[in-house]
């Protein structure tokens, strides 16, 4: 009997054990956002960078990564793309994710894609609305936003509407990435994808910005834990009053990057426990709490017509309304 006890423990101890759970980290790069997501299937992703390759560096380091497999730039702004360079230089990527947009006031996103294209092995893929991305078969992961058509802009609100934005979804819980997104591609979420915006975690929009995370947007999305990514004493004044306001009213409880980096992990199924089991956070400062978070369990089917689409102002949605009208 305590042999047979050791071995399950170090069955559960061990990384294969681990792998059962998805671990997702909003890593502290300043202003700027960069997110490690480990799957359960042992593989891994970093969605953004930061604007310094030396904290996204260190951070990995100190995970003892050595390659990774899914590498996403959400949009071409520098607080996104910069650390990226250093991970394309440092680190084995298989594939990299990005938008069509072109940021035509800045050369660095060009340069980041560049390595990508000479990173050896490497594949590049260009992700629409409704794709769903094959990182990992017992999480879904959904495409709700991106500009994967070429298109040239200057001004940064348009180029932050570009911003990929994918829900990841596993045990009960919904993690809802959006980028930069504005309240304006919030409003065509709202209106494209019905119940599949619902999740418990949010990674608020535009560094908690007062043009993103508008109380529609909340309504539907009802997260429980909201996370900013942001910098002490940015020059933005981000997170906005306003928008802490919302998410208060929301009843979310809220986390920001100046308190260091923050982890949450969805436990690995267990047919014995409570579902859905919360989110386990940890290395992080309770920023505001309003009520009692308490689990919920969000829908893991996303719906969405493109027949439905109606004038369009957001540039990726835009894109996906001219591709179905030629059907």
């Known amino acids: 009997m305590y042999k047979l006890f050791t071995a399950l423990s170090l069955l559960l ?7 059962a759970q998805l671990n997702v980290t909003f890593v502290d790069v300043g202003q700027g956002d960069a ?6 299937n042992g593989k891994n992703a970093l969605i953004d960078g930061g604007n310094s390759g030396v904290l996204i560096d260190a951070f990995l380091r100190s995970k003892r990564v050595t390659k990774i497999d899914f590498v996403a730039l959400t949009h071409p702004h520098s607080d996104h793309y910069r650390g990226l360079k250093k991970v394309f230089t440092n680190y084995q990527v298989d594939n990299y994710y990005d938008t069509k947009a072109e940021n035509v006031d800045a050369a660095g996103d060009n340069n980041l894609r560049d390595l ?10 260009y992700p629409k609305p409704g794709d769903i991305l094959d990182w990992d078969p017992k999480v879904t992961v959904k495409v709700f936003n991106a500009c994967w058509r070429p298109v040239q802009m200057h001004d940064n609100d348009e180029t932050n509407n570009c911003s990929l934005v994918v829900r990841l979804y596993y045990n ?6 959006t980028g930069d997104a504005n309240s304006v591609v919030e409003a065509e979420m709202l209106s494209h994808f019905k119940s599949g915006l619902q999740s418990n975690i949010l990674k608020v ?5 007062r043009t993103s995370t508008s109380d529609a ?3 539907r999305v009802r997260p429980d834990y909201s996370f900013i990514s942001v910098g002490a004493n940015n020059k933005y004044g981000h997170p906005h009053k306003e928008a802490l306001d919302r998410l208060i009213n929301a009843g979310s409880k ?7 980096t923050q982890s949450l992990t969805i436990p690995a199924p267990d047919k014995t426990g409570v579902w859905p089991p919360k989110p386990i956070i940890t290395d992080s400062s309770v920023t505001t709490v309003v009520g009692t978070a308490e689990a919920r369990s969000v829908a893991v089917d996303l719906t969405w017509d493109p027949a439905e689409l109606g004038s369009v102002s957001a540039p990726a949605l835009d894109q996906l309304k001219t591709e179905s009208a030629a059907r």
């Open 116 to 125: 990508a294209a000479l990173e050896p092995g490497c594949r590049t893929h």
């Open 205 to 209: 929009g535009h560094h908690g910005s």
């Open 35 to 40: 997110i490690y997501v480990e799957f359960p």
């Open 13 to 19: 101890l061990s990384p294969a054990g681990l792998w």
């Open 217 to 219: 947007f909340l309504a």
């Open 172 to 177: 009960g819980n919904g993690i809802l990435l």
């Open 254 to 260: 809220v986390y920001l990057t100046t308190a260091g």
